[in-house]
């Protein structure tokens, strides 16, 4: 009994680890069948984030020019730097300028004495000038600014005067003159009265005139109607059908529908002033160069600095507008360069 148990048993253990074989061989065969797995496919790169740029340090704005800059002198240059102000105040509103127009040698008069930062001359400074600025400690830059001429004007009612001389210019506004009557110039002429019209004594117009006509400055005849504002001199010529006088180019351009300019013969035969003529100086003696003269100390505050420097930048396009004749461009650029490094 025992041994047919020991036999069954056998038997059966035999018949297991028969099966175990199989399952392991067959286990080992599908593994060898099966795919082997696949690559892990790689990452993607991730970008490099840079950092936010910094934030540029706040700029602190320029101050607002502000203060008062007072001009007085010539009113020939008047209109120029008029138009150069009122362009100026559009930019900088907070600054006050005021121009005078009480001529040359009445601006200079102030100018020497430190009442003004800037003056308008329609010729240079005299050496007494300059002498009476140096004793109040003044000194100074000088500026050409634009060129002009003199303008010679009748009432346009007058038909009979085609031209005057040099010569006959001298006979009607020298000292003590004595031509009071158109026929004394020229027979052919009518008897009528001259009634003259100029520049006051201060005027630049006025040293100019008489140093180029008469050869010696402030050599003039004192019985007319005398005027710093050309304006109202042109008013007065042009109501008078008898009357002659002068003053700039540019006051005639703004009333020559009610004057009429004269050509002045010096001995070429005679020549209208224009923009032309006065530019090539072929209108002579009559054409001459306009200043303005700037105080160094005045010039060391930030508004009057740069309304010079706006005034050089400025010129080349206003001077034309206000019927002037401006100078070379390399001119202005030169000024500009020399006082504030272009």
Same mark, same amino acid.
């Given at each position: 009994?025992?041994?047919?148990?020991?036999?069954?048993?056998?038997?059966?253990?035999?018949?297991?680890?028969?099966?175990?074989?199989?399952?392991?061989?067959?286990?080992?065969?599908?593994?060898?069948?099966? =795919?082997? +797995?696949?690559?892990?496919?790689?990452?993607? $790169?991730?970008?490099?984030?840079? !950092?936010? +740029? *910094?934030?540029?340090? $706040?700029?602190? +704005?320029?101050? #607002?020019?502000?203060?008062?800059?007072?001009?007085?002198?010539?009113?020939?240059?008047? =209109?120029?730097?008029?138009?150069?102000?009122?362009? /100026?105040?559009?930019?900088? $509103?907070? @600054?006050?300028?005021?121009?005078?127009?009480?001529?040359?040698?009445?601006? /200079?008069?102030?100018? *020497?004495?430190?009442?003004?930062?800037?003056?308008?001359?329609?010729?240079?400074?005299?050496?007494?000038?300059?002498?009476?600025?140096? *004793?109040?400690?003044?000194?100074?830059? #000088?500026?050409?600014?634009?060129?002009?001429?003199? *303008? @010679?004007?009748?009432? +346009?009612?007058?038909?009979?005067?085609?031209?005057?001389?040099?010569? &006959?210019?001298?006979?009607?506004?020298?000292?003590?003159?004595?031509?009071?009557?158109?026929?004394?110039? %020229?027979? #052919?002429?009518?008897?009528?009265?001259?009634?003259?019209?100029? !520049?006051?004594? &201060?005027?630049?117009?006025?040293?100019? /005139?008489?140093?180029?006509?008469?050869?010696?400055?402030?050599?003039?005849?004192?019985?007319?109607?005398?005027? &710093?504002?050309?304006?109202?001199?042109? @008013?007065?010529?042009?109501?008078?059908?008898?009357?002659?006088?002068?003053?700039?180019?540019?006051?005639?351009?703004?009333?020559?529908?009610?004057?009429?300019?004269? =050509?002045?013969?010096?001995?070429?035969? =005679?020549?209208? $002033?224009?923009?032309?003529?006065?530019?090539?100086?072929?209108?002579?003696?009559?054409?001459?160069?306009?200043?303005?003269?700037?105080?160094?100390?005045?010039?060391? %505050?930030?508004?009057?600095?740069? /309304?010079?420097?706006?005034?050089? #930048?400025?010129?080349?396009?206003?001077?034309?507008?206000?019927?002037?004749?401006?100078?070379?461009?390399?001119?202005?650029?030169?000024?500009?360069?020399?006082?504030?490094?272009?």
């Amino acid at each position: 009994m025992q041994a047919n148990v020991r036999k069954r048993c056998k038997t059966r253990s035999k018949w297991i680890i028969l099966a175990m074989a199989g399952l392991l061989s067959l286990a080992l065969s599908l593994a060898a069948c099966a =795919p082997a +797995p696949a690559a892990p496919e790689p990452a993607e $790169p991730v970008p490099a984030v840079e !950092p936010p +740029p *910094a934030e540029p340090a $706040p700029v602190e +704005p320029a101050p #607002e020019l502000s203060g008062t800059i007072v001009i007085d002198g010539s009113s020939t240059v008047y =209109p120029i730097s008029e138009a150069v102000a009122e362009e /100026f105040r559009k930019v900088h $509103p907070k @600054v006050e300028v005021t121009i005078g127009v009480s001529g040359t040698g009445g601006g /200079f008069k102030r100018f *020497a004495v430190g009442e003004t930062d800037i003056n308008n001359a329609s010729r240079p400074i005299k050496d007494s000038e300059a002498e009476e600025a140096a *004793a109040n400690d003044i000194e100074f830059i #000088e500026l050409e600014v634009a060129f002009d001429g003199i *303008a @010679v004007m009748v009432n +346009p009612q007058n038909t009979w005067v085609d031209y005057l001389t040099v010569e &006959e210019l001298k006979k009607i506004w020298e000292p003590e003159s004595t031509i009071n009557r158109w026929n004394q110039i %020229r027979p #052919e002429w009518p008897d009528e009265p001259i009634r003259l019209y100029g !520049p006051g004594t &201060e005027s630049g117009t006025f040293d100019y /005139f008489t140093e180029e006509i008469m050869g010696e400055e402030d050599a003039s005849r004192t019985d007319y109607t005398a005027s &710093e504002d050309d304006h109202i001199l042109a @008013v007065g010529i042009a109501e008078d059908k008898n009357a002659h006088g002068y003053f700039g180019y540019a006051y005639y351009a703004a009333n020559k529908d009610r004057l009429r300019l004269i =050509p002045i013969d010096s001995g070429q035969g =005679p020549v209208l $002033p224009s923009v032309q003529t006065i530019n090539d100086g072929t209108y002579s003696p009559l054409s001459r160069p306009l200043f303005i003269y700037v105080s160094t100390k005045a010039l060391e %505050r930030p508004e009057v600095q740069e /309304f010079v420097r706006f005034y050089l #930048e400025k010129a080349p396009v206003l001077v034309p507008e206000v019927g002037y004749v401006a100078l070379p461009q390399a001119d202005y650029d030169a000024a500009l360069q020399q006082y504030f490094g272009g």
